[in-house]
């Protein structure tokens, strides 16, 4: 209730903002400046649509710019290249995708940098929230944005900047993302597009309806209105066979031997329903050439359920291996005794709702001065029910830890087991453990600023800016859990899997595995075990609740920035030189929790506060060497904070015995990670439509973080009796201090072979190194998420009538995690998609639409290790999408 208290106040205290922004004096009239409506309508007025249309806006954009920029536009009113924001910045040069379980594209890396790097600002406001994170739907704490929430329809322009000026916000030390929902007085009078599409899942089997609506209104380029609406209902289906890490022999008691053994197999069947709808609004009124004020207000929601079903088998301690075959230090087969065989269930319901309300205006004072102030709140929440179940294979005498057979086979770890195949004898699984873990997120911002412009009659400074903004965003995190254990010492009198089992299709092209398998239902589960919240006669199973101390937390940034940027231009020549002030004072909120199997016992509430300044440098130089041929070159610093979850103070220690034990803790004083960055591009427009790009970059990163131990003498209760012990803890948390450079090469290539067909192609090598401190240490050679290589490739074909394309997306094998759940890192291996995507315009209003995604039903492919041994296959699905739109 207090939260709820304190998020009203917030939006109290910005409305009065809003209203300041939105009754600027509209009375005085003064010159707009000409050569900016010049540019400006350069780029919004072109009347050429579909995807060649869309080409050559986005080129227009990218050359005018002094920095370096890449950019989309949107084909046609709410009509986007790709039906994800994230599909259609994989084609950008230095951009590589992130795709979730389902294929679906979730987050971006650029150059070489992950997410949480990458700023992402809608409407100039920042988007808040990362959404889900991970593959069973959890919230990561991380910065990155999540692109799954925002339908691609509602926006109108999508710009990349890689070389930030002084004005532009901190916070992306790869680049920013700057997204733009569709402007009314860009637009001629009354507008309107509707379109209706069926999305069908090959794996699935399922059609399911996609649609959006869209309207603007201009009225004597004086009073604009656009509204715009979007709807899905998608369902998601995707397979995976994994054989997880592979650990050294003494770790599995094999002391004799030290060659990599898998530590068992999983198999997953996910599936996914997930409703969503956005919706956006602008205002926008210019009353007189000198005055124009801007309104924008977005408001989506997600809502999916989410299931992980799963049966495994883990090799854990006590598990022994009995027989081994060896080769060059990698076990190939063999087998292992005391291994649990089970079958399990995640369950993930998700609520999550994001809103954003931005105002700005331009003042024009007269022929020198224009001020520009702003104003804006954001804030995303998410209501997630995580739900475990988990059954074991048992027998007359309890659970029953078998004996599983493996052998390695290509990409794939086959595993035997003589007491089940996971496709029958449910019965014999009975109830292991249930954990229920509700959480709530959010992630909320307010901010205002105020730019100013003064221009100069000169022929060398033709302009300087500078502004302010206060901006106090606060990250809160609470989450319980309940542990559902049995009550009584008969494992027989609890219901089994019997009970709640259902069975699923599983499809791993390639595996060893059963075409159908068992899986534990949750709504039977929940009416059999639980029914109303409740054990079934508090009898059989025993219920553990607790507020999950450790995983509660809030951080709050307030920042302070002042910047000052100059622009000079000498005939051909355009340069700005600028300097950005960042103050930041961050509050850190969290728990210290001695036994984590009780949590709600010995918390201590922490609070830590850290204040720190940085300066920001920036220039920006571009030299049009002939009238088809630009050098620009540029050096900007930039930063990026630390993920939120990785500042909160939260300490957990596991409860030790007089020996010791072990802990883990936040570090609320990490600094920011900055870096020097620097680009050398060319740039010929060889051609009407047509360019050749070359861009060198290098980026000195300092201050990332590495994890770090330490030692502390506590007090604390015995966990197995509860007696309060002394004894050493040894600590894992996190430090600044590691330093990294990232060296690059992007080219860009664009052409129409003809009068209707043409072409687009872009490659990019990247290449990093860093000192992080331990031996061997693969992020030294590669950090994560970084392939060397990547490309894309799209063949078009525009007549007017006709609009199609051909488009081909791949990257190298990259570092998708330093430590799984063992410490052991994971690769993902070379991947590339193929999709394809047309219109037929059957009149000038209507068009019929078809697009197909992941036409050769590629799979991800996961190894353990940098020795390229197997850790797992995800089969991703192929989805067709067809309908029609209409335009008014």
């Known amino acids: 209730m207090k939260h709820n208290k304190h998020s009203n106040s917030r939006v109290t205290k910005f409305l009065p903002a809003l209203a300041i922004t939105l009754s600027f004096n509209s009375n005085t009239i003064v010159a707009q400046d000409k050569e900016k409506k010049i540019e400006e309508n350069s780029i919004e007025k072109i009347e050429v649509k579909g995807f060649r249309g869309s080409l050559n806006r986005s080129l227009a954009q990218k050359r005018w710019a002094v920095g370096v920029i890449d950019a989309i536009s949107a084909e ?166 994994e054989g997880g890490s592979w650990r050294p022999g003494s770790s599995f008691g094999r002391g004799d031997s030290e060659a990599l053994i898998p530590n068992g197999t999983r198999y997953y069947n996910f599936l996914e329903e997930r409703n969503s709808v956005g919706s956006t609004l602008t205002i926008q009124y210019r009353p007189s050439d000198n005055l124009e004020l801007t309104f924008d207000g977005i408001y989506a929601t997600l809502d999916s359920e989410r299931l992980a079903n799963r049966n495994d088998m883990p090799v854990e301690n006590p598990g022994t291996v009995v027989t081994l075959e060896e080769r060059d230090g990698v076990a190939t087969s063999g087998s292992f005794r005391g291994v649990q065989q089970r079958v399990g269930t995640n369950f993930i319901d998700t609520e999550e709702n994001f809103l954003q309300l931005t105002s700005k205006a331009e003042w024009i004072l007269n022929d020198n001065w224009v001020i520009k102030p702003f104003v804006g709140y954001s804030k995303r929440k998410a209501e997630r029910q995580f739900d475990l179940y988990s059954f074991r294979l048992a027998d007359e005498n309890g659970f029953d830890p078998g004996t599983v057979s493996f052998g390695v086979r290509g990409d794939f770890i086959d595993f035997g087991s003589s007491e089940t195949d996971f496709t029958s004898n449910p019965e014999d699984f009975l109830f292991n453990i ?42 809160v995190r609470l989450q319980t859990q309940e542990r559902l254990q049995r009550n009584v010492d008969d494992l027989r009198v609890v219901p089994s899997l019997a009970a709640v089992a259902g069975y699923l299709p599983f499809d791993v092209s390639g595996a060893n595995a059963p075409l159908q398998q068992l899986f534990a239902d949750p709504s039977l589960i929940r009416s059999v075990y639980y029914p ?93 060497i002939a ?54 591009v060319y740039e010929w427009y060889f051609a009407e439509e047509a360019y050749f790009s070359a861009n060198l970059f290098f980026k000195d990163i300092g201050g990332l973080i590495d994890t770090t131990s330490f030692t502390e003498i506590r007090s604390f209760p015995r966990q197995a009796d509860g007696v309060i012990v002394e004894g050493p803890i040894v600590f894992t948390s996190f430090e600044n201090g590691v330093s990294a450079e990232i060296s690059g090469l992007e080219l860009a290539y664009q052409q129409p072979l003809s009068e209707s067909f043409g ?67 994971r690769f993902t291996d070379d991947f590339g998609q193929l999709d394809f995507s047309a219109n037929y315009a059957v009149s000038d209003n209507l068009q019929l639409q078809l697009q197909v995604l992941n036409i050769t039903e590629e799979q991800i492919v996961n190894q353990s290790t940098d020795r390229f041994l197997p850790y797992g296959v995800n089969n991703l699905d192929r989805r067709v999408m067809f309908g029609a739109r209409y335009v008014f």
Request: proline share 5%; hydrophobic share 30%; net charge negative.
């Open 434 to 475: 249930f954990i229920l873990r509700p959480s709530i997120d959010e992630d909320e911002e307010i901010s205002t600023q105020i730019d100013f412009e003064r221009y100069f009659d000169s022929n060398s400074l033709s302009s300087v800016e500078f502004g302010f903004r206060y901006a106090d965003r606060k990250k």
């Open 759 to 825: 072409a687009v192609f872009n490659f990019t090598y990247a290449d990093s190194s860093a000192d992080f401190g331990t031996d061997g240490d693969v992020r030294s050679t590669g950090l994560p998420g970084l392939s060397r290589s990547s490309y894309n490739a799209t063949l078009y074909f525009d007549n007017g009538v006709l609009d199609a394309r051909l488009s081909y997306a791949w990257r190298e094998r990259y570092l998708a995690d330093f430590t799984d759940d063992f410490g052991v890192p």
């Open 627 to 680: 009238e088809e041929m630009v050098l620009r070159t540029a050096y900007t610093k930039s930063l990026t904070r630390p993920n939120l979850s990785s500042l909160a103070p939260s300490e957990t220690v596991n409860g030790i015995d007089e020996g010791g034990g072990t802990g883990s803790t936040g570090n609320p004083n990490l600094e920011p990670f900055t870096s020097d960055n620097f680009d050398l």
């Open 76 to 241: 046609d009113l709410g009509k986007f290249p790709d039906l994800n924001i994230s599909e259609s910045l994989q084609r950008v040069p230095g951009v590589t995708l992130n795709r979730n379980s389902n294929g679906e594209g979730q987050a971006i890396n650029l150059r070489g940098l992950g997410p949480q790097f990458t700023r992402v600002e809608i409407n100039g406001m920042s988007g808040t929230g990362n959404g889900s994170g991970g593959r069973f739907g959890t919230s990561s704490g991380e910065r990155g944005f999540n692109f799954e929430l925002l339908a691609s329809e509602l926006f109108s322009n999508v710009e990349i900047r890689k070389s930030p000026t002084a004005s532009d916000v901190e916070g992306g030390m790869a680049g920013i993302v700057s997204l733009e929902t569709p402007k009314p007085l860009t637009y001629d009078g009354l507008k309107a597009s509707v379109s209706l599409q069926g999305n069908y899942s090959e794996l699935s089997e399922e059609t399911d309806p996609r649609g959006s609506f869209l309207v603007s209104n201009n009225i004597d380029d004086t009073f604009g209105i656009a509204f715009s609406l979007a709807l899905a209902d998608t369902n998601f289906r995707s397979d995976t066979a």
């Open 532 to 624: 109303g919240g409740n054990a079934v006669d508090g009898t059989f199973i025993r219920p553990l609740p607790g507020f999950n101390a450790s995983e509660s937390w809030s951080v709050e940034e307030e920042t302070i920035n002042a910047y000052a940027q100059a622009n000079f231009e000498f005939d051909e020549v355009f340069f700005n030189v600028g300097l950005r002030l960042v103050n930041t004072t961050q509050t850190s909120n969290g728990n210290t929790v001695a036994n984590r199997f009780q949590p709600t016992e010995k918390i201590t509430p922490v609070s830590v506060s850290n204040t720190y300044t940085r300066y920001l440098p920036s220039f920006n130089f571009k030299y049009n």
